[in-house]
Nanobody, 121 residues
Framework: QVRLVESGGGLVPAGGFLNLSCAAS????????MKWYRQAPGKQRDLVAATTSGGSVNYANSVKGRFTISLDNAKNTVYLQMNSLKTEDTAVYYC???????????????WGQGTQVTVSS
């Protein structure tokens, strides 16, 4: 199996910053991509940022210039540096990974348990 463990959420005032991390472990041969999503109460889960093992990145328009995603391939860990936080960034943030499993060499999608980010006004 594959496990994703997120950390780094919390309460921060508007204009502040937080750094999220998500570590993947278990039956991993390689990771093709890792992504961060977020879901605010009563809303759908939306893509925030994504990165591939090859280094390409993309961001939701709402976070461009404020958030930075990075991937440490050696540690199977993805980071999300969030600066200039706004109240509308408040949500549960979920990590997602596209993992090629070592035992099957097939690709699967896995989710973390989520971490709460609350930005106060």
């Amino acid at each position: 199996q594959v496990r994703l463990v997120e950390s780094g959420g919390g309460l921060v005032p508007a204009g502040g910053f937080l750094n999220l991390s998500c570590a993947a472990s278990g039956d991993i041969f390689s990771i093709n991509a890792m992504k961060w999503y977020r879901q605010a109460p009563g809303k759908q889960r939306d893509l925030v940022a994504a990165t591939t093992s090859g280094g390409s990145v993309n961001y939701a328009n709402s976070v461009k210039g404020r958030f930075t995603i990075s991937l440490d391939n050696a540690k199977n860990t993805v980071y999300l540096q969030m600066n200039s936080l706004k109240t509308e960034d408040t949500a549960v943030y979920y990590c997602n990974a596209e993992v090629v499993r070592a035992t099957t060499r097939l690709s699967y999608s896995y989710w973390g348990q989520g971490t709460q980010v609350t930005v106060s006004s």
